[in-house]
C-alpha cells in the first residue's frame, strides 16, 4: 500500500490553484438590513499538482463557502482565485465554465443526500461522461464507468443499482467515481468522510491518497477532523472565522503550531492512545458569526495570549517556519514558540 | 482496495428494465396496503363501466320507453325515472362523462401546478413574486361562485366549458403544494452536485428535480381528480352543466328540478349522489394509501400483542 | 442499579420481524459511566430507546427485562413510566436541534419539564431552571431565548440542565456530541464528567466516536449487528482488546502524534439485520476468521474482568 504522505524533498510542483484575497461576504437580515456576515475575509493560498491540502476548521469557520466558491457556486464579493493562471472571473461561455466544472469537481458531504435517489447509479455516470468527455462516443460510456468505478473500489455491478441499496461509503466512492470521470486537476471533497462510519473512513482518505498518486489528482480536502488530515494531507490551512490562522506542511504545523487556535485544535483532538488527562482546562467558547467585525484579531476573546495590539490590528499571515505561516501578533514577535493549550 | 459487495445480488446488466421493475413495484405495493386495494378496484370498476356501458346497462339511458316512477325490479336495477328512462342506465352510462371530466381536469390542473409551482420556486426572484401573487389572488377567491360566473357566461356550459372552468380555476392549491417541495429540494446536495457537473438549469428541473417529486405530483392529480368530480357535479347539479348530457350532476338536475324526493321517488336523487360520493371515496382512499406507501412512518401499525416479561 | 437482561427488540415489518437488538445484558452500578460505542446499525440508539421506554411502533421489546432500581420497566404503562421518567432516569437526545421545541423559549419547555413531574410554585421553577443553567455552564438569562438563537454548543447544554432538573440517579445520552465541532466536544464531555463527579448520577452514553469516549467512561460495551461484543473495562480493552471488531475500530483512528502509518480499517460494509451472517455476525469482514466462525454463533465468554463474544476466547483465555 502506498504510504499516505509527502516525500523528504519534493521536486518543485506546478501550482495549479491560486486565490489571492478572496472574500466572500452574505447580506443578512430582511431586505432593509444592512448587516453582513463576513464568511470568508482576505483568503491567498495556492494549490499544486499532486498534492492534498486540508483545509481546516471549525463550523463558521468559512471552509465550505470557500470550497463553493471555488466551484463557482458563489461569485467572490472580491479577490479573485486562478485556476492554471486564469482568473476564474474570466469564466464567461458555457463552454469555458464547463471545461472548468470538469477540471475541478466537487465531492459533497452528505452520502445520503449527494445522489438523486430515483435514478440508478449509472445516471450521474453517464451525464459526467457525456458532459466532459466528448471524445467518448456514447457506446463506450458505459464501459468507461465501469473502469472508474474499478478505480475507486467499486464492483461496476453496482451501476444498476438504486442509491438506497448502497452504504453511506459505498456512496461516496461514487462521488469520488464521478469526480474522476471527468478526468479531473483539482477534486474539491467538502467534508467527505464526516458522515461515514469511523471504520469507512480510512477507505475513503486511502482512496483519496491513491488518487493523488496513482491519478494525478490534487484534492483539496476540507474537514473539521484534524486527525484525518494528518493522515492523508501534505499542507494544512487552519481557518478560523473566515480567515486563515496558520498554513504551512502538515507535519511542521501539528507538531509546531504557532497560532493559539491551532494548539487549541490540537489540544481538544481525542486519541485513544494518549494518556488520560480530564484536568487539562478546555475553553467553553464558540466560533463567532462575524457580522459587521471590527478590525482586530478575531481569535482575542478565546485567546489567553491577547495583547492590546490584538484588539486594535487584525493579523497577516507571515511566515514563522520555512513554508509555515501564522497570523497571530503574539507568535510573529516572539521568536519561542508559543505555548497556549499545549 | 476493493470492496466486497455484499447484500443484493445481481447478474442483470446495467441498463435493464425500468418499466416491468416499476409496475411490479407498484402492484406490490398496492396489493399490501389496505386502502390501496379498496380504492384501486372501485377505481377500476368505474373505469370498466365507463368503458363498456352497453354491456352492463341494456337500456338506453335517454329512451322515455318505460312507465316511470317504476320501483326496483330486475328489469330495472333502480327503477324508473319520471320520464321512464331507467335510471340505472343513466347512471352506467354518466360514468363515462365524469371520469373524462375527472381525468382530464386532474392532469390539466396536475400539469399546470407543477409547471407554476417548480418555476416559482427556482426561478426565485421576481418571477417567484408575481407567479405567488397569481397563485394567491386564486386561492382566496371563493371557487364556486366564481365557477358558477364563469359557467353562466359561457351560455351553455357544455362538459368542454366545464372542464375549462374548473382547470382554470383549480390548479392553485395543488400549485402552493408544488412550490413548497420544490423549494425544500433547491437545496439538496444532489441538485448542487448537478449543478456542478455543468448541467443546464431547464435539464435540472425537469430531470433531475420533478421525477423526485413523482409522489406528491400523483397525490396533487387524485386531488384535483376528486375535486374536479365534486365541482363539476355540482354546477351541473344547479343546471350550469348541459342538461342534455348524460352524467350523474345532470341526473341530480333533473332529480330536483322534478322534486324526485318529495313525489316519491327518492332513488333518483339519492343514487347519483350515491356514485358520486364513491367515486370521490376511491379518489381519496388513493391518496391516503399513496401516503402511506410514500411515508412508512404514516402507516397504521397493527399492534402485536405483546409479549409478557 | 440498572440490570439489563437478555433485552431483544424486534421491528414488526410486513416481510419479518427484524431483530436489531439480539439479547443483550449489561449493568450500571451508582455513578457509573458506561460508553456504549458502535457504528451505524448495531443497534446502539434502538436499545437506548429500549432502556428507557421510548421505543415507537413497529419496534417493540421482544423479550428480556430492564430492572431500574428493583422494578423491570418492560410492560410498565405510560403512567407507571412517568413516576420514574425525569425524576429517575432522564434521556439527552442526538441532535439537540430537533430535540428543543422551536417556537418555545428554553424556560417555558423548562417549565413544562417540571409541570409535568410535581407541583411547584413558579418562583421555585424559576430558581431551578436558573441553577440547573449555571450547573452547565449557560447565563440564565438564556432561559428567555429561544433555541435558534443559541449555538450548537449551549443548545447541547440546555438540553444536559433540562435531563438535570430532578438530579435523576441514569442520564442515558444518545450522541450528544456528535452535531459539535471538536473543541466544543470536549468541553461537552469534561462539563458531563464533572456534573457526574459532583451529583453522583450515573450515565450511559451512546456514541460511535471511540476515540471520544475513551478518555471519560469508566466500562465500554461495544456492539456489532445488534449483539454485544465486548464488554469490560475501557482501559483494559483500550489496551489489550480481545475482538478482532474491537481491534479493528482501534485502528481506524489516524493518530495526530508519532508516525505516519498507513490503515486499514475494516473491510466490507454492516451486515444487514434482516438476515445477518451465519455464525459469527463478524466473520465475513473479520481478519481472524477460521472454519467454525461461519458455524457457530459464539456466546460472550468471560476473559479476565471483560466478556467477549469471540471463538478465538471460547475458553476464557486470550488466544490470538
Not at chain 2, 8 to 36: E, M
Not at chain 3, 250 to 265: C, D, M, N, Q, T
Amino acid at each position: 500500500m502506498t504510504e499516505p504522505g509527502a516525500n523528504a524533498s519534493p521536486p518543485p510542483k506546478a501550482e495549479l490553484l491560486r486565490t489571492e484575497h478572496l472574500t466572500r461576504h452574505f447580506k443578512i437580515g430582511g431586505a432593509l438590513s444592512r448587516r453582513t456576515l463576513h464568511a470568508v475575509d482576505d483568503v491567498s493560498f495556492a494549490i499544486s499538482e499532486r498534492e492534498i491540502v486540508a483545509l481546516a476548521g471549525e463550523s463558521g469557520s468559512g471552509k465550505s463557502t470557500i470550497a463553493r466558491v471555488l466551484a463557482r457556486i458563489y461569485k467572490p464579493t472580491s479577490g479573485e482565485a486562478y485556476f492554471e493562471g486564469k482568473p476564474l472571473s474570466g469564466i464567461r461561455s458555457r463552454r469555458d465554465a464547463l471545461r472548468y466544472s470538469g477540471l475541478v469537481p466537487m465531492v459533497f458531504q452528505d452520502p445520503f443526500a449527494s445522489i438523486n435517489p430515483v435514478f440508478r447509479i449509472q445516471h450521474g455516470m453517464l451525464r459526467c461522461l457525456k458532459l466532459h468527455r466528448p471524445e467518448l462516443p456514447a457506446s463506450q460510456r458505459l464501459a468507461e464507468a465501469a473502469r472508474v468505478f474499478e478505480v475507486v473500489g467499486l464492483n461496476p455491478d453496482m451501476l444498476g443499482r438504486f442509491p438506497y441499496e448502497l452504504s453511506g461509503g459505498q456512496r461516496q466512492r461514487v462521488g469520488f467515481a464521478q469526480a474522476l470521470a471527468m478526468r479531473p486537476k483539482l477534486i474539491l471533497a467538502d467534508e467527505p468522510v464526516s458522515m461515514l462510519d469511523v471504520s469507512i473512513r480510512i477507505g475513503l482518505l486511502n482512496l483519496m491518497a491513491k488518487l493523488r498518486d496513482e491519478e494525478g489528482v490534487s484534492i483539496l480536502y476540507i474537514t473539521h477532523d484534524i486527525a484525518s488530515a494528518r493522515y492523508v494531507a501534505d499542507r494544512l490551512i487552519v481557518m478560523y472565522a473566515g480567515q486563515i490562522a496558520e498554513t504551512g506542511p502538515i507535519d511542521d504545523v501539528l507538531t509546531h503550531p504557532r497560532h493559539p487556535y491551532t494548539q487549541l485544535l490540537l489540544s481538544a483532538v481525542p486519541d485513544p492512545r494518549a494518556p488520560l488527562s480530564v484536568a487539562a482546562e478546555t475553553d467553553r467558547g464558540e466560533p463567532p458569526k462575524v457580522v459587521d467585525p471590527a478590525p482586530g484579531c478575531r481569535f482575542r476573546w478565546r485567546c489567553p495570549l491577547a495583547i492590546d495590539t490584538c484588539e486594535q490590528v487584525t493579523p497577516q499571515l507571515a511566515e514563522l517556519r520555512p513554508g509555515h505561516d501564522a497570523a497571530c501578533h503574539v507568535a510573529q514577535t516572539s521568536a519561542e514558540e508559543v505555548k497556549a493549550f499545549l | 482496495m476493493a470492496m466486497p459487495v455484499s447484500g443484493v445480488a445481481t447478474d442483470t446488466p446495467a441498463a435493464q428494465l425500468p418499466a416491468g421493475h416499476a409496475l411490479a413495484r407498484i402492484g406490490r405495493a398496492i396489493r399490501s396496503n389496505r386502502k390501496a386495494t379498496i380504492g384501486t378496484i372501485l377505481l377500476l370498476i368505474f373505469i370498466l363501466i365507463a368503458l363498456f356501458p352497453g354491456v352492463i346497462a341494456h337500456d338506453s339511458p335517454t329512451q322515455d320507453a318505460y312507465a316511470p316512477g317504476l320501483g326496483i325490479s330486475t328489469a330495472h336495477l333502480l327503477g324508473t325515472n319520471h320520464y321512464g328512462q331507467d335510471l340505472f342506465s343513466q347512471l352506467v352510462y354518466g360514468t363515462r362523462n365524469v371520469l373524462i371530466i375527472a381525468f382530464v381536469v386532474g392532469l390539466a390542473t396536475t400539469g399546470i401546478a407543477v409547471l407554476i409551482g417548480v418555476a416559482a420556486a427556482y426561478l426565485g426572484g421576481g418571477w417567484d413574486g408575481s407567479l405567488n401573487v397569481l397563485t394567491d389572488v386564486l386561492l382566496v377567491i371563493p371557487l364556486f361562485p366564481l365557477l358558477i360566473i364563469i359557467a353562466a357566461y359561457a351560455h351553455g356550459g357544455s362538459t368542454l366549458v366545464l372542464i375549462a372552468a374548473i382547470t382554470l380555476t383549480g390548479w392553485s392549491y395543488t400549485a402552493r403544494q408544488l412550490r413548497a417541495q420544490a423549494l425544500t429540494l433547491r437545496s439538496r446536495d444532489f441538485l448542487a452536485a448537478a449543478r456542478v457537473r455543468g448541467e443546464r438549469q431547464l435539464y435540472i428541473i425537469m430531470v433531475e428535480v420533478i421525477p423526485t417529486m413523482t409522489s406528491l405530483i400523483v397525490a396533487c392529480f387524485l386531488t384535483n381528480a376528486l375535486y374536479a368530480v365534486l365541482f363539476a357535479s355540482s354546477l351541473q347539479f344547479i343546471g350550469l352543466g348541459d342538461p342534455n348530457t348524460v352524467s350523474w350532476g345532470t341526473t341530480l338536475y333533473w332529480a330536483e328540478n322534478n322534486a324526485a324526493l318529495q313525489t316519491g321517488e327518492p332513488l333518483w336523487a339519492i343514487a347519483p349522489g350515491a356514485c358520486i360520493a364513491v367515486l370521490g371515496s376511491a379518489f381519496a382512499l388513493l391518496n391516503y394509501a399513496f401516503d402511506e406507501i410514500g411515508n412508512p412512518a404514516l402507516r397504521p401499525v397493527r399492534k402485536p400483542r405483546s409479549k409478557r416479561a | 442499579m440498572l440490570e439489563v437482561s437478555g433485552l431483544s427488540v424486534d421491528y414488526v415489518l410486513d416481510r419479518g420481524n427484524v431483530r436489531a437488538v439480539d439479547d443483550v445484558s449489561f449493568t450500571v452500578g451508582r455513578g457509573e459511566f458506561l460508553g456504549i460505542v458502535g457504528e451505524s446499525g448495531c443497534g446502539k440508539s434502538t436499545l437506548l430507546f429500549a432502556v428507557a421506554q421510548l421505543l415507537s411502533p413497529p419496534a417493540v421489546v421482544a423479550g428480556g427485562s430492564v430492572l431500574f432500581q428493583g422494578t423491570n420497566l418492560v410492560g410498565l404503562t405510560d403512567d407507571q413510566l412517568s413516576a420514574v421518567r425525569w425524576r429517575d432516569m432522564s434521556v439527552v437526545m442526538q441532535s439537540a436541534m430537533n430535540a428543543l421545541n422551536p417556537v418555545t423559549s428554553i424556560g417555558a419547555q423548562f417549565k413544562d419539564a417540571m409541570r409535568a413531574h410535581g407541583k411547584y410554585s413558579a418562583e421555585e421553577i424559576t430558581a431551578r431552571s436558573a441553577e440547573v443553567l449555571r450547573m452547565v455552564g449557560i447565563d440564565p438569562v438564556h432561559l428567555r431565548s429561544f433555541s435558534h438563537q443559541l449555538s450548537g454548543g449551549m443548545r447541547q447544554r440546555a438540553m444536559i440542565a433540562m435531563a438535570l432538573l430532578f438530579t435523576p440517579d441514569l442520564v442515558i445520552m444518545d450522541e450528544p456530541t456528535s452535531a459539535l465541532d471538536v473543541v466544543a466536544q470536549r468541553s461537552l464531555m469534561v462539563q458531563i464528567k464533572e456534573l457526574q463527579q459532583a451529583f453522583g448520577f450515573a450515565v450511559i452514553f451512546v456514541t460511535h466516536d471511540m476515540s471520544l469516549i475513551s478518555h471519560f467512561s469508566d466500562r465500554l460495551m461495544v456492539m456489532y449487528a445488534g449483539q454485544v461484543d465486548e464488554l469490560g473495562v475501557t482501559r483494559q480493552i483500550f489496551d489489550k482488546p480481545l475482538h478482532p471488531y474491537t481491534q479493528g475500530l482501534l485502528e481506524a483512528f489516524p493518530s495526530i502524534h508519532g508516525p505516519r502509518v498507513p490503515l486499514k480499517g475494516i473491510p466490507g460494509n454492516p451486515p444487514s439485520l434482516a438476515s445477518p451472517p451465519s455464525g459469527c455476525r463478524f466473520h465475513p469482514r473479520c481478519p481472524s476468521a477460521f472454519d467454525r466462525c461461519p458455524a457457530v454463533a459464539p456466546d460472550l465468554y468471560p476473559v479476565g474482568e471483560t466478556l467477549v463474544r469471540c471463538l478465538l476466547h471460547e475458553n476464557g483465555s486470550p488466544s490470538r
